[in-house]
């Protein structure tokens, strides 16, 4: 009973925001500095997102986890950073917390095919380095070929139920890049995944362990490098729904270019393809 208080209390439960959804099945509970890179990202608008540090002051995630239900930019003193840490309670010496002061969301993004699903958060102060549990990440730079053995790390409950309890720890499920022609022959994406999109994990006709609701913008690292930001396919493990990640490599220009800036989007902002 205590634990789950204390993650109520993590999220704010007593200002009126609400609890997080589950967030991943299966896999291993990861070790402090496992996943240096990876973050969680607490938004009223939706529930929870992850996210990977690119640099001491950027975090790269989806582009819906920074666009509310009417698809418009939401205000960044809505985000809150939470990195170093693998436990979301009772919060860690090794935790450092920040809020964010930009957002910069690619302009191509499409709501509807999910393609350009990128944004990177402008922190209000850098991370504290070098430490032992934060790092930012490796990003890939060469093609990802299919069968290579890559790892998703992210917070989540055991199941899907809806009553299933958060496990504050994070944990990691193993995931091997799928063939992109077998991902489109998958019944849930139907030819949805394309160039700029990686898939990865379950490809069964059965269900299996995976990620749930809230781990939207959390990073897919192949050899301990960032290869893919999670899009869709979240699912918790449903049968031919894998998950299909944007391919960070297809984007390292536009994401240095976003370090320099120093205009930012205004407010209420939308995609284009609306």
Do not use: K
């Amino acid at each position: 009973m205590r634990l789950i208080l204390a993650v109520l209390a993590v999220f704010g439960l007593a200002s009126g925001e609400l609890v997080p959804d589950a967030r991943l099945i299966g896999g291993t509970n990861a070790v402090w500095g496992q996943f240096p890179a990876t973050v969680s990202i607490n938004t009223p608008f939706h529930l929870h997102c992850g996210g990977v540090i690119l640099h001491p002051s950027h975090v790269l995630t989806s582009a819906q986890c920074v666009l509310n239900n009417q698809n418009r930019l939401i205000d960044p003193y809505w985000l809150t950073i939470v990195a170093g840490d693998v436990a979301l309670a009772p919060v860690g010496a090794r935790r450092q917390t920040r809020r964010v002061s930009q957002i910069f969301v690619h302009p191509e993004f499409n709501v509807f095919t999910r393609e350009h699903d990128l944004a990177v958060l402008r922190l209000d102060r850098p991370f504290e380095t070098p430490s032992n549990t934060l790092n930012w990440a490796r990003r890939r730079t060469r093609v990802t070929p299919p069968g290579e053995q890559c790892q998703f790390a992210g917070w989540g409950a055991a199941s899907n139920a809806a009553n299933a309890p958060v496990n504050v720890l994070q944990r990691f499920l193993p995931m091997n890049i799928n063939d992109r022609d077998l991902c489109n022959q998958a019944t849930m994406h139907a030819g949805r995944v394309r160039d700029g999109m990686i898939c990865a994990g379950n490809t069964a006709a059965s269900n299996n362990a995976a990620p749930c609701n809230g781990n939207l913008g959390t990073g897919l690292f192949c050899n301990r490098e960032l290869v893919g930001i999670l899009s869709f396919g979240v699912n918790c493990g449903v049968a031919n729904n894998p998950p299909v990640f944007t391919q960070v490599r297809n984007y390292n220009r536009w994401i240095d270019q976003q370090f320099g800036r120093t205009d930012g989007l205004p407010p209420n902002w939308t995609p284009g393809h609306l």
